[in-house]
């Protein structure tokens, strides 16, 4: 029996695309860097099931099309919609990483200081409703940020003291904005 403490999120099944059970996976890291075809693990029922890749493509830098063995059909690939995909915990998987997008509820109320522009705020909602997860962060002059959910940004997440230290692109303009004026 898979043990969901044994397994790390992955992604979330979309939607079915085409008739012949291909599903859309929206990713949340390099799913298949190391490995062609792992095992994909769905809760169905209340147990974690594990499921056999037979073919993926990429459809885009945060979308595969993956067609699972013995899932035929759109009919049968609609009951994998919505749902959150893990693969087995590897021994070299780092326990101290922040959570991949659809664990970024676990921070809600953290407060998040990026490294060259200091405090942000507070972490008051995550926004799951779009492919990119967003953090929604209520900065000290009371006004709202939002930040998207990258892993590769956090610098160190301490969970005694609920902080994050992130590093932001200079770039994204809509965190640098809020600190002029």
Same mark, same amino acid.
Request: hydrophobic share 45%; with cysteine.
């Given at each position: 029996m898979i043990r969901k403490e044994d397994t790390r999120p992955v992604g979330r099944?979309?939607?079915?695309?085409?008739?012949?059970?291909?599903?859309g996976l929206a990713i949340a890291c390099d799913l298949f860097q190391g490995e062609d075809y792992p095992?994909?693990?769905?809760?169905?029922?209340?147990?974690?099931?594990?499921?056999?890749?037979?073919?993926y493509r990429s459809k885009s830098s945060s979308v595969?099309?993956?067609?699972?063995?013995?899932?035929?059909?759109?009919?049968?690939a609609r009951r994998f919609t919505n749902r959150?995909?893990?693969? $087995?915990r +590897?021994? &070299? /998987?780092?326990?101290?990483?922040?959570?991949s997008p659809e664990g970024w509820n676990a921070y809600k109320g953290y407060t998040v200081s990026d490294r060259t522009q200091g405090l942000l705020?507070?972490?008051?909602?995550?926004?799951?409703?779009?492919?990119?997860? $967003?953090? +929604?962060? &209520? /900065?000290p002059r009371g006004r709202e940020i939002l930040l998207p959910g990258?892993?590769?940004?956090?610098?160190?997440?301490?969970?005694?003291?609920?902080?994050?230290?992130?590093?932001?692109p200079s770039g994204l303009s809509c965190i640098n904005d809020s600190f002029t004026g």
């Open positions: 099944f979309t939607k079915p695309h085409g008739i012949k059970g291909e599903l095992v994909l693990i769905c809760e169905m029922e209340g147990i974690l099931v594990p499921f056999f890749v037979e073919a595969l099309l993956i067609k699972l063995e013995n899932v035929d059909s759109e009919e049968v959150q995909v893990y693969v $087995l +590897q021994a &070299s /998987d780092d326990d101290d990483d922040p959570p705020g507070r972490i008051t909602a995550i926004d799951e409703t779009t492919a990119n997860t $967003l953090l +929604q962060i &209520s /900065d990258v892993r590769e940004w956090i610098l160190e997440a301490n969970h005694e003291t609920k902080h994050l230290e992130v590093v932001i």
